[in-house]
Protein backbone atom coordinates (compact mmCIF):
# COMPACT_ATOMS: atom_id res chain seq x y z
CA UNK A 1 0.00 0.00 0.00
CA UNK A 2 1.75 3.24 -1.15
CA UNK A 3 1.83 5.88 1.56
CA UNK A 4 -0.86 8.05 0.22
CA UNK A 5 -3.16 6.18 0.23
CA UNK A 6 -2.37 5.21 3.61
CA UNK A 7 -2.49 8.61 4.85
CA UNK A 8 -5.66 8.99 2.90
CA UNK A 9 -7.38 5.70 4.88
CA UNK A 10 -5.58 7.09 8.22
CA UNK A 11 -7.51 10.94 7.52
CA UNK A 12 -10.90 8.96 6.81
CA UNK A 13 -10.89 6.54 10.13
CA UNK A 14 -10.18 10.07 11.86
CA UNK A 15 -12.62 11.90 10.40
CA UNK A 16 -15.29 9.18 11.20
CA UNK A 17 -14.06 8.94 14.63
CA UNK A 18 -14.63 12.54 15.07
CA UNK A 19 -17.91 12.64 13.40
CA UNK A 20 -19.15 10.02 15.97
CA UNK A 21 -17.85 11.50 18.70
CA UNK A 22 -19.46 14.80 17.85
CA UNK A 23 -22.54 13.11 18.44
CA UNK A 24 -22.52 11.69 21.75
CA UNK A 25 -22.80 13.01 25.16
CA UNK A 26 -19.93 11.12 27.11
CA UNK A 27 -18.98 12.79 30.18
CA UNK A 28 -15.19 12.68 29.81
CA UNK A 29 -13.09 13.03 26.36
CA UNK A 30 -9.76 11.19 26.20
CA UNK A 31 -6.93 12.34 23.81
CA UNK A 32 -4.34 10.29 23.09
CA UNK A 33 -0.72 11.22 20.82
CA UNK A 34 1.62 13.56 20.52
CA UNK A 35 0.26 16.91 22.77
CA UNK A 36 2.23 20.38 23.28
CA UNK A 37 1.11 21.88 26.03
CA UNK A 38 2.89 25.51 26.32
CA UNK A 39 3.71 24.34 29.76
CA UNK A 40 7.44 24.84 30.82
CA UNK A 41 6.91 22.16 33.63
CA UNK A 42 5.53 19.68 31.20
CA UNK A 43 5.67 20.85 27.63
CA UNK A 44 4.61 17.45 26.05
CA UNK A 45 2.23 15.18 27.22
CA UNK A 46 0.58 11.80 26.20
CA UNK A 47 -2.69 12.04 27.07
CA UNK A 48 -5.40 15.00 28.19
CA UNK A 49 -8.85 13.76 29.40
CA UNK A 50 -11.28 16.49 29.06
CA UNK A 51 -14.41 16.92 31.44
CA UNK A 52 -17.26 19.69 31.64
CA UNK A 53 -15.38 21.76 29.08
CA UNK A 54 -12.51 22.09 30.89
CA UNK A 55 -9.23 19.55 30.93
CA UNK A 56 -9.03 17.29 34.20
CA UNK A 57 -6.33 15.42 33.39
CA UNK A 58 -2.66 15.82 31.53
CA UNK A 59 -0.47 13.12 31.38
CA UNK A 60 1.22 9.60 30.36
CA UNK A 61 -1.25 7.79 28.55
CA UNK A 62 -0.62 4.78 31.84
CA UNK A 63 -2.17 6.99 34.02
CA UNK A 64 -4.90 8.38 31.90
CA UNK A 65 -6.10 4.86 31.22
CA UNK A 66 -6.24 4.71 34.58
CA UNK A 67 -7.98 8.29 35.28
CA UNK A 68 -10.93 7.99 32.68
CA UNK A 69 -14.25 7.59 33.39
CA UNK A 70 -15.17 3.72 31.85
CA UNK A 71 -17.77 5.14 29.70
CA UNK A 72 -15.27 8.06 28.22
CA UNK A 73 -15.19 8.53 24.19
CA UNK A 74 -11.68 8.59 22.71
CA UNK A 75 -9.31 11.16 19.60
CA UNK A 76 -6.26 8.96 18.88
CA UNK A 77 -4.59 11.61 16.91
CA UNK A 78 -2.02 9.17 15.23
CA UNK A 79 0.34 11.25 13.36
CA UNK A 80 -1.03 14.68 14.32
CA UNK A 81 -0.48 16.67 16.50
CA UNK A 82 -2.12 18.73 19.38
CA UNK A 83 -1.49 22.25 20.66
CA UNK A 84 -3.42 24.49 22.87
CA UNK A 85 -5.82 26.32 21.02
CA UNK A 86 -4.43 29.11 18.72
CA UNK A 87 -5.22 32.74 20.08
CA UNK A 88 -5.44 35.07 16.89
CA UNK A 89 -4.11 38.25 19.58
CA UNK A 90 -4.84 41.48 16.83
CA UNK A 91 -7.77 41.12 14.07
CA UNK A 92 -11.27 42.10 13.20
CA UNK A 93 -14.06 40.46 12.80
CA UNK A 94 -16.65 41.42 11.47
CA UNK A 95 -14.20 43.02 8.57
CA UNK A 96 -13.02 39.26 8.07
CA UNK A 97 -16.49 38.58 7.56
CA UNK A 98 -17.03 41.14 5.03
CA UNK A 99 -13.24 40.06 3.19
CA UNK A 100 -14.84 36.32 2.49
CA UNK A 101 -17.49 38.21 1.13
CA UNK A 102 -16.36 40.98 -0.74
CA UNK A 103 -14.11 40.81 -3.72
CA UNK A 104 -10.98 39.78 -2.71
CA UNK A 105 -8.06 41.84 -3.53
CA UNK A 106 -4.86 39.82 -1.86
CA UNK A 107 -2.45 39.11 -4.06
CA UNK A 108 -3.81 40.72 -6.77
CA UNK A 109 -0.67 41.19 -9.17
CA UNK A 110 -1.78 44.79 -11.05
CA UNK A 111 -4.25 47.41 -10.78
CA UNK A 112 -5.74 46.45 -13.93
CA UNK A 113 -6.81 43.01 -12.82
CA UNK A 114 -8.57 44.85 -9.83
CA UNK A 115 -10.21 47.10 -12.48
CA UNK A 116 -11.64 43.84 -14.66
CA UNK A 117 -12.68 42.35 -11.40
CA UNK A 118 -14.65 45.50 -10.35
CA UNK A 119 -15.93 45.60 -14.09
CA UNK A 120 -17.14 42.44 -13.46
CA UNK A 121 -18.67 42.57 -10.03
CA UNK A 122 -20.58 46.37 -11.99
CA UNK A 123 -22.10 44.25 -14.87
CA UNK A 124 -24.24 42.13 -12.16
CA UNK A 125 -24.85 44.85 -9.57
CA UNK A 126 -27.93 46.41 -8.76
CA UNK A 127 -28.21 50.23 -9.76
CA UNK A 128 -26.52 52.01 -6.98
CA UNK A 129 -25.38 49.13 -5.30
CA UNK A 130 -22.31 49.29 -3.61
CA UNK A 131 -19.20 47.10 -4.77
CA UNK A 132 -16.89 46.82 -1.85
CA UNK A 133 -13.39 45.08 -1.70
CA UNK A 134 -10.14 45.00 0.32
CA UNK A 135 -6.64 43.45 -0.17
CA UNK A 136 -5.15 45.43 -2.76
CA UNK A 137 -1.96 46.79 -2.02
CA UNK A 138 0.27 49.27 -4.99
CA UNK A 139 3.93 48.00 -3.41
CA UNK A 140 3.43 44.22 -4.86
CA UNK A 141 2.10 44.85 -7.89
CA UNK A 142 4.19 43.45 -11.08
CA UNK A 143 3.31 47.02 -12.84
CA UNK A 144 2.31 50.06 -11.78
CA UNK A 145 -0.67 51.94 -13.34
CA UNK A 146 0.26 54.60 -16.11
CA UNK A 147 -1.38 57.49 -14.07
CA UNK A 148 -0.29 57.68 -10.04
CA UNK A 149 -0.19 60.44 -7.87
CA UNK A 150 1.79 60.12 -4.81
CA UNK A 151 2.08 56.40 -5.82
CA UNK A 152 -0.78 55.61 -5.86
CA UNK A 153 -3.90 55.20 -8.53
CA UNK A 154 -6.43 57.28 -9.79
CA UNK A 155 -10.18 56.64 -9.47
CA UNK A 156 -10.43 56.93 -13.77
CA UNK A 157 -10.46 53.63 -14.94
CA UNK A 158 -12.74 52.43 -11.75
CA UNK A 159 -14.98 55.42 -12.85
CA UNK A 160 -15.11 54.07 -16.16
CA UNK A 161 -16.25 50.49 -15.62
CA UNK A 162 -18.85 51.36 -12.79
CA UNK A 163 -20.14 54.42 -13.50
CA UNK A 164 -23.68 53.98 -11.79
CA UNK A 165 -22.52 52.02 -8.81
CA UNK A 166 -20.27 53.06 -5.92
CA UNK A 167 -17.13 51.52 -5.07
CA UNK A 168 -15.39 51.19 -2.08
CA UNK A 169 -11.73 49.16 -2.42
CA UNK A 170 -9.81 49.07 1.27
CA UNK A 171 -5.66 48.63 1.34
CA UNK A 172 -4.81 45.74 2.17
CA UNK A 173 -3.10 48.09 5.24
CA UNK A 174 -6.60 48.94 6.72
CA UNK A 175 -5.28 52.30 6.83
CA UNK A 176 -6.34 53.66 3.54
CA UNK A 177 -8.99 52.94 0.53
CA UNK A 178 -9.67 53.93 -3.02
CA UNK A 179 -13.16 55.34 -4.41
CA UNK A 180 -14.67 56.04 -7.83
CA UNK A 181 -16.56 59.05 -8.82
CA UNK A 182 -19.70 57.39 -8.11
CA UNK A 183 -19.00 57.26 -4.54
CA UNK A 184 -17.55 60.18 -4.37
CA UNK A 185 -20.52 61.60 -5.71
CA UNK A 186 -22.77 59.68 -3.03
CA UNK A 187 -20.80 61.11 0.03
CA UNK A 188 -20.38 64.90 -1.84
CA UNK A 189 -16.34 64.47 -2.37
CA UNK A 190 -14.77 67.15 -4.42
CA UNK A 191 -12.12 69.60 -4.76
CA UNK A 192 -13.70 71.72 -2.03
CA UNK A 193 -13.60 69.09 0.61
CA UNK A 194 -11.14 69.73 3.44
CA UNK A 195 -9.67 66.41 4.90
CA UNK A 196 -10.27 65.82 8.26
CA UNK A 197 -8.12 65.97 11.00
CA UNK A 198 -5.76 63.13 10.90
CA UNK A 199 -6.66 62.14 7.21
CA UNK A 200 -5.65 62.75 4.05
CA UNK A 201 -7.61 63.44 0.98
CA UNK A 202 -5.19 62.81 -2.44
CA UNK A 203 -5.64 65.28 -4.84
CA UNK A 204 -4.00 65.99 -8.13
CA UNK A 205 -2.10 68.96 -9.74
CA UNK A 206 -5.57 70.47 -10.38
CA UNK A 207 -6.83 69.92 -7.01
CA UNK A 208 -9.20 67.16 -7.65
CA UNK A 209 -9.90 63.92 -5.34
CA UNK A 210 -7.98 61.04 -6.95
CA UNK A 211 -9.83 58.90 -4.93
CA UNK A 212 -7.35 57.90 -2.78
CA UNK A 213 -8.22 58.68 1.24
CA UNK A 214 -5.92 57.93 4.46
CA UNK A 215 -6.43 57.45 7.50
CA UNK A 216 -9.30 59.39 8.91
CA UNK A 217 -10.34 61.06 5.90
CA UNK A 218 -11.82 56.81 5.04
CA UNK A 219 -14.34 57.69 7.29
CA UNK A 220 -15.87 59.91 5.00
CA UNK A 221 -17.02 57.02 3.05
CA UNK A 222 -18.57 55.20 5.86
CA UNK A 223 -21.98 55.43 4.74
CA UNK A 224 -21.46 53.89 1.83
CA UNK A 225 -20.08 50.15 3.73
CA UNK A 226 -21.70 51.05 7.39
CA UNK A 227 -23.50 47.72 8.57
CA UNK A 228 -26.63 46.94 10.20
CA UNK A 229 -26.80 44.82 13.50
CA UNK A 230 -27.75 41.99 11.51
CA UNK A 231 -25.60 42.19 8.75
CA UNK A 232 -22.41 41.93 11.36
CA UNK A 233 -24.06 39.28 12.82
CA UNK A 234 -23.77 37.99 9.72
CA UNK A 235 -19.98 38.66 8.81
CA UNK A 236 -19.40 37.48 12.47
CA UNK A 237 -20.44 33.88 11.82
CA UNK A 238 -19.01 33.80 8.51
CA UNK A 239 -15.75 35.05 10.20
CA UNK A 240 -16.41 32.76 12.95
CA UNK A 241 -16.38 29.63 10.68
CA UNK A 242 -13.03 30.90 8.85
CA UNK A 243 -11.01 30.99 12.06
CA UNK A 244 -12.16 27.31 13.14
CA UNK A 245 -11.08 26.15 10.17
CA UNK A 246 -7.64 28.11 10.84
CA UNK A 247 -7.66 26.26 13.86
CA UNK A 248 -8.00 29.44 16.21
CA UNK A 249 -9.82 29.52 19.17
CA UNK A 250 -9.78 32.64 20.74
CA UNK A 251 -9.90 35.97 18.74
CA UNK A 252 -8.90 39.51 20.05
CA UNK A 253 -11.20 42.04 17.85
CA UNK A 254 -8.69 45.00 17.41
CA UNK A 255 -11.28 48.12 17.78
CA UNK A 256 -15.15 47.17 17.67
CA UNK A 257 -17.71 49.68 16.98
CA UNK A 258 -21.49 49.67 18.48
CA UNK A 259 -22.90 47.98 15.66
CA UNK A 260 -19.91 45.43 16.34
CA UNK A 261 -20.26 44.89 19.97
CA UNK A 262 -24.53 44.94 20.09
CA UNK A 263 -24.09 41.80 17.30
CA UNK A 264 -21.30 40.34 19.32
CA UNK A 265 -23.38 41.05 22.68
CA UNK A 266 -26.66 39.13 20.81
CA UNK A 267 -24.93 36.25 19.22
CA UNK A 268 -23.51 35.43 22.46
CA UNK A 269 -26.76 35.70 24.34
CA UNK A 270 -27.75 33.08 21.80
CA UNK A 271 -25.21 30.69 21.70
CA UNK A 272 -24.34 31.22 18.30
CA UNK A 273 -20.78 32.76 19.56
CA UNK A 274 -18.63 29.42 19.80
CA UNK A 275 -15.19 31.01 18.97
CA UNK A 276 -14.04 33.29 22.57
CA UNK A 277 -13.91 36.88 21.55
CA UNK A 278 -11.89 39.36 23.23
CA UNK A 279 -13.39 42.73 22.07
CA UNK A 280 -11.33 45.87 22.15
CA UNK A 281 -13.91 48.86 22.19
CA UNK A 282 -12.43 51.43 18.98
CA UNK A 283 -11.31 54.80 21.38
CA UNK A 284 -12.19 56.89 18.08
CA UNK A 285 -15.76 56.94 18.99
CA UNK A 286 -15.69 59.02 21.81
CA UNK A 287 -19.21 58.54 22.77
CA UNK A 288 -18.72 55.03 22.98
CA UNK A 289 -15.11 55.73 25.02
CA UNK A 290 -17.28 57.26 27.44
CA UNK A 291 -20.13 54.98 27.45
CA UNK A 292 -17.97 51.95 28.79
CA UNK A 293 -15.28 53.76 30.74
CA UNK A 294 -17.79 54.17 33.20
CA UNK A 295 -18.82 50.93 33.87
CA UNK A 296 -16.76 47.74 34.38
CA UNK A 297 -15.62 45.50 31.92
CA UNK A 298 -17.28 42.43 30.66
CA UNK A 299 -15.60 38.79 31.03
CA UNK A 300 -17.19 35.75 29.82
CA UNK A 301 -17.77 32.39 31.98
CA UNK A 302 -18.33 29.05 31.59
CA UNK A 303 -21.64 29.84 29.81
CA UNK A 304 -20.30 32.62 27.58
CA UNK A 305 -17.68 33.40 25.31
CA UNK A 306 -17.56 37.31 24.99
CA UNK A 307 -15.30 39.32 26.83
CA UNK A 308 -15.01 43.19 26.53
CA UNK A 309 -12.41 44.90 28.66
CA UNK A 310 -10.14 46.87 26.48
CA UNK A 311 -10.00 49.98 24.65
CA UNK A 312 -8.00 50.39 20.86
CA UNK A 313 -6.69 53.63 19.91
CA UNK A 314 -5.20 54.52 16.63
CA UNK A 315 -1.91 56.54 16.65
CA UNK A 316 -0.84 56.29 13.45
CA UNK A 317 -1.24 55.07 9.90
CA UNK A 318 0.32 52.42 8.32
CA UNK A 319 4.10 51.95 6.26
CA UNK A 320 2.62 50.83 2.79
CA UNK A 321 0.33 54.37 2.72
CA UNK A 322 3.52 56.43 4.47
CA UNK A 323 1.28 57.12 6.94
CA UNK A 324 2.89 55.62 9.29
CA UNK A 325 4.49 58.54 11.78
CA UNK A 326 8.03 58.58 12.35
CA UNK A 327 10.68 60.34 14.10
CA UNK A 328 12.75 61.10 10.86
CA UNK A 329 11.00 61.58 7.21
CA UNK A 330 10.53 58.80 4.70
CA UNK A 331 13.66 57.43 2.79
CA UNK A 332 11.88 57.47 -0.28
CA UNK A 333 9.17 60.95 0.11
CA UNK A 334 11.96 63.46 2.47
CA UNK A 335 8.48 65.64 2.47
CA UNK A 336 6.34 63.48 4.56
CA UNK A 337 7.30 61.63 8.35
CA UNK A 338 3.25 60.08 8.53
CA UNK A 339 0.35 61.19 10.31
CA UNK A 340 -0.68 61.41 13.49
CA UNK A 341 -4.22 60.34 14.05
CA UNK A 342 -4.92 59.91 17.96
CA UNK A 343 -4.55 63.15 20.38
CA UNK A 344 -1.93 61.89 22.97
CA UNK A 345 -3.78 64.28 25.84
CA UNK A 346 -6.86 62.71 24.84
CA UNK A 347 -4.85 58.87 24.86
CA UNK A 348 -3.59 60.09 28.61
CA UNK A 349 -7.24 60.96 29.77
CA UNK A 350 -8.62 57.63 28.50
CA UNK A 351 -5.80 55.86 30.54
CA UNK A 352 -6.15 57.63 33.88
CA UNK A 353 -9.69 57.30 33.60
CA UNK A 354 -9.51 53.29 32.71
CA UNK A 355 -7.81 52.82 36.22
CA UNK A 356 -11.42 53.11 38.17
CA UNK A 357 -12.50 49.82 36.59
CA UNK A 358 -9.40 48.42 35.27
CA UNK A 359 -9.74 48.38 31.66
CA UNK A 360 -6.89 48.01 29.52
CA UNK A 361 -5.72 50.18 27.01
CA UNK A 362 -4.36 49.03 23.55
CA UNK A 363 -2.78 51.51 21.18
CA UNK A 364 -1.81 51.06 17.20
CA UNK A 365 0.98 52.37 16.69
CA UNK A 366 3.24 51.47 13.28
CA UNK A 367 6.20 54.41 13.47
CA UNK A 368 9.11 55.12 15.90
CA UNK A 369 7.49 58.14 16.75
CA UNK A 370 3.74 56.91 17.18
CA UNK A 371 5.74 54.01 19.75
CA UNK A 372 7.20 57.00 21.68
CA UNK A 373 4.36 58.84 22.01
CA UNK A 374 2.69 55.77 23.07
CA UNK A 375 5.16 54.89 25.78
CA UNK A 376 5.27 58.50 26.87
CA UNK A 377 1.48 58.26 27.65
CA UNK A 378 1.35 55.31 29.68
CA UNK A 379 4.04 57.22 31.36
CA UNK A 380 2.30 59.96 32.21
CA UNK A 381 -0.97 58.35 32.85
CA UNK A 382 1.09 56.27 36.05
CA UNK A 383 0.21 52.91 34.82
CA UNK A 384 2.74 51.62 36.39
CA UNK A 385 0.49 51.43 39.28
CA UNK A 386 -1.71 48.78 38.73
CA UNK A 387 -1.19 45.73 36.31
CA UNK A 388 -2.19 47.33 33.07
CA UNK A 389 -1.34 45.39 30.68
CA UNK A 390 -1.17 48.08 27.99
CA UNK A 391 -0.08 46.61 24.70
CA UNK A 392 1.12 48.36 21.37
CA UNK A 393 -0.29 47.30 18.50
CA UNK A 394 2.29 46.29 15.75
CA UNK A 395 5.04 48.03 17.44
CA UNK A 396 6.92 47.35 14.38
CA UNK A 397 9.60 50.33 13.97
CA UNK A 398 11.29 51.33 16.94
CA UNK A 399 13.74 53.30 18.08
CA UNK A 400 16.59 51.36 20.08
CA UNK A 401 16.05 52.73 23.15
CA UNK A 402 12.36 52.65 23.27
CA UNK A 403 12.96 48.54 23.78
CA UNK A 404 13.71 49.19 27.55
CA UNK A 405 11.32 51.24 28.11
CA UNK A 406 8.69 48.69 27.21
CA UNK A 407 10.01 46.68 30.04
CA UNK A 408 10.36 49.06 32.47
CA UNK A 409 6.44 50.38 31.92
CA UNK A 410 5.34 46.90 31.55
CA UNK A 411 3.95 47.73 28.25
CA UNK A 412 3.20 44.32 26.17
CA UNK A 413 4.55 44.35 22.01
CA UNK A 414 1.30 42.69 20.37
CA UNK A 415 3.44 41.89 16.84
CA UNK A 416 2.12 40.82 13.42
CA UNK A 417 5.53 38.16 12.41
CA UNK A 418 3.72 37.82 8.95
CA UNK A 419 4.11 41.25 8.52
CA UNK A 420 7.63 41.18 8.13
CA UNK A 421 7.15 38.61 5.38
CA UNK A 422 5.01 40.72 3.77
CA UNK A 423 6.42 44.10 3.87
CA UNK A 424 9.72 43.70 4.86
CA UNK A 425 10.90 43.45 0.98
CA UNK A 426 9.39 46.62 0.38
CA UNK A 427 9.79 48.38 4.04
CA UNK A 428 13.45 49.31 3.26
CA UNK A 429 12.57 51.67 0.48
CA UNK A 430 10.43 53.47 3.37
CA UNK A 431 12.97 53.44 5.95
CA UNK A 432 16.19 52.89 4.78
CA UNK A 433 18.90 50.51 5.41
CA UNK A 434 19.77 51.37 8.63
CA UNK A 435 16.21 51.69 10.42
CA UNK A 436 15.34 48.46 9.17
CA UNK A 437 18.14 47.50 10.92
CA UNK A 438 18.00 49.15 14.19
CA UNK A 439 14.69 49.20 15.04
CA UNK A 440 12.00 47.57 12.46
CA UNK A 441 10.77 43.94 13.46
CA UNK A 442 13.40 43.53 16.58
CA UNK A 443 11.55 40.30 18.19
CA UNK A 444 14.98 38.85 19.60
CA UNK A 445 15.90 42.57 20.69
CA UNK A 446 12.15 42.52 22.60
CA UNK A 447 12.80 39.19 24.32
CA UNK A 448 16.42 39.94 25.28
CA UNK A 449 15.08 42.66 27.10
CA UNK A 450 12.20 40.65 28.54
CA UNK A 451 9.42 42.39 26.83
CA UNK A 452 5.67 40.21 26.59
CA UNK A 453 5.38 39.63 23.60
CA UNK A 454 1.74 38.57 21.69
CA UNK A 455 1.49 37.45 18.39
CA UNK A 456 -1.34 37.99 15.94
CA UNK A 457 -1.93 38.28 11.87
CA UNK A 458 -4.01 41.36 11.18
CA UNK A 459 -6.41 39.43 9.62
CA UNK A 460 -7.90 40.11 6.70
CA UNK A 461 -4.78 42.74 6.39
CA UNK A 462 -3.12 39.48 6.15
CA UNK A 463 -4.52 35.68 5.87
CA UNK A 464 -5.47 34.62 9.51
CA UNK A 465 -3.06 31.37 8.51
CA UNK A 466 -1.61 30.79 11.54
CA UNK A 467 1.06 28.28 10.00
CA UNK A 468 2.17 31.37 8.20
CA UNK A 469 2.42 33.54 11.00
CA UNK A 470 4.65 30.70 12.53
CA UNK A 471 7.05 30.13 9.50
CA UNK A 472 7.56 34.00 9.32
CA UNK A 473 8.72 34.27 13.24
CA UNK A 474 11.28 31.11 12.55
CA UNK A 475 11.53 32.12 9.54
CA UNK A 476 11.77 35.81 8.72
CA UNK A 477 11.61 34.75 5.23
CA UNK A 478 8.68 35.71 2.79
CA UNK A 479 6.31 33.16 2.23
CA UNK A 480 8.30 32.24 -1.11
CA UNK A 481 11.08 31.46 0.61
CA UNK A 482 13.60 34.61 0.63
CA UNK A 483 16.14 35.54 1.05
CA UNK A 484 17.77 32.37 2.03
CA UNK A 485 19.63 33.10 5.30
CA UNK A 486 16.21 35.32 6.38
CA UNK A 487 16.01 39.11 7.10
CA UNK A 488 17.88 40.14 9.33
CA UNK A 489 18.22 36.60 10.94
CA UNK A 490 19.54 37.37 13.94
CA UNK A 491 16.01 39.18 14.87
CA UNK A 492 14.48 35.50 14.77
CA UNK A 493 12.51 33.53 17.44
CA UNK A 494 12.86 29.91 18.46
CA UNK A 495 9.93 27.35 17.44
CA UNK A 496 9.03 27.31 21.15
CA UNK A 497 9.10 31.06 21.88
CA UNK A 498 6.83 31.51 18.24
CA UNK A 499 4.37 29.02 20.09
CA UNK A 500 3.61 30.79 23.24
CA UNK A 501 3.49 34.04 21.16
CA UNK A 502 0.45 32.31 19.32
CA UNK A 503 -0.70 30.64 22.71
CA UNK A 504 -0.11 31.77 25.91
CA UNK A 505 1.57 35.08 25.61
CA UNK A 506 -1.64 36.04 24.19
CA UNK A 507 -3.79 35.04 26.85
CA UNK A 508 -1.90 36.51 28.97
CA UNK A 509 -2.27 39.55 27.28
CA UNK A 510 -5.67 39.73 27.49
CA UNK A 511 -5.60 38.41 31.23
CA UNK A 512 -6.59 35.31 30.50
CA UNK A 513 -3.44 33.12 31.25
CA UNK A 514 -5.14 31.35 34.23
CA UNK A 515 -7.97 30.43 31.74
CA UNK A 516 -6.60 29.75 28.59
CA UNK A 517 -3.24 29.66 26.37
CA UNK A 518 -1.79 26.15 27.64
CA UNK A 519 -2.63 22.65 28.07
CA UNK A 520 -3.07 22.67 32.07
CA UNK A 521 -5.63 20.87 34.36
CA UNK A 522 -8.35 23.55 35.20
CA UNK A 523 -7.60 25.55 32.00
CA UNK A 524 -10.65 25.18 29.26
CA UNK A 525 -9.81 22.89 26.79
CA UNK A 526 -9.62 24.60 23.62
CA UNK A 527 -6.99 22.44 21.20
CA UNK A 528 -5.63 22.95 17.70
CA UNK A 529 -4.53 19.62 16.04
CA UNK A 530 -2.20 19.95 12.85
CA UNK A 531 -1.23 17.10 10.99
CA UNK A 532 2.31 17.43 11.17
CA UNK A 533 4.92 18.49 14.58
CA UNK A 534 5.71 21.98 13.65
CA UNK A 535 7.91 21.76 16.34
CA UNK A 536 10.24 19.64 14.27
CA UNK A 537 9.57 19.50 10.60
CA UNK A 538 11.54 21.30 8.49
CA UNK A 539 11.27 24.73 7.95
CA UNK A 540 9.83 24.89 4.60
CA UNK A 541 7.64 22.06 5.68
CA UNK A 542 5.70 24.28 8.00
CA UNK A 543 3.79 25.95 5.42
CA UNK A 544 2.50 22.77 3.63
CA UNK A 545 0.53 21.75 7.19
CA UNK A 546 -2.27 21.99 7.83
CA UNK A 547 -5.22 22.13 10.18
CA UNK A 548 -6.79 18.56 11.01
CA UNK A 549 -9.18 19.92 14.21
CA UNK A 550 -10.56 22.72 16.10
CA UNK A 551 -11.93 22.22 19.20
CA UNK A 552 -12.91 24.99 21.88
CA UNK A 553 -14.15 23.59 25.65
CA UNK A 554 -14.07 20.00 24.35
CA UNK A 555 -16.32 20.67 21.36
CA UNK A 556 -14.92 19.93 18.01
CA UNK A 557 -15.49 22.37 16.09
CA UNK A 558 -13.68 21.78 12.70
CA UNK A 559 -12.43 19.07 11.06
CA UNK A 560 -10.82 18.76 7.71
CA UNK A 561 -12.72 16.83 5.30
CA UNK A 562 -15.98 16.20 7.18
CA UNK A 563 -18.70 17.92 6.03
CA UNK A 564 -19.78 21.10 7.31
Same mark, same amino acid.
Given at each position: ????????????????????????????????????????????????????????????????????????????????????????????????????????????????????????????????????????????????????????????????????????????????????????????????????????????????????????????????????????????????????????????????????????????????????????????????????????????????????????????????????????????????????????????????????? %?? @??? #?????? &??? =? $?????? +?????????????????????????????????????????????????????????????????????????????????????????????????????????????? %?? @??? #?????? &??? =? $?????? +???????????????????????????????????????????????????????
Amino acid at each position: MSNTLKRALTALSFILAVTQLSISNAADLLITGTIYTANDDAPVAEAVIISNGRFSYVGSLDEALQTVDADHQRIALGSRVAYPGFIESHGHLSSLGEAITNLDLNGVDSYQTIVGMVAEAAAKAAPGQVIKGRGWHQSKWESQPDITVDGFPTHRSLSEVSPNNPVFLGHANGHSALINQAAMDAINLSYNTTAPEGGVIVKDAKGNPTGILHENAVDLAYPLIALSVDSTKTAILAAQDHAFRWGITNFHDAGAGKTDIEAQQLLDASGDLKLRVYTMVSAQDEGLSNYWLSRPPVVASDDSRLTIRSFKAVMDGALGSRTAWLHAPYTDDPGTSGVQTFDENRLIDIMERSAKH %GW @QIN #THAIGD &KAN =T $VVLDAI +AAAKLKARDHRSRIEHSQHLIPSDIARFADLGVIASIQTIHMSSDRPWAIERLGQERIESGAYVWRDLLTAEVHIANGTDVPVEPINPLANFYAAVARKTLQGTPDDGFE %GH @QRM #TREETL &KSM =T $VWNAYA +AFEEDETGSIEVGKRADLTVLDEDIMIIREAEILSTDIAMTIVAGEVVYTAGAAP
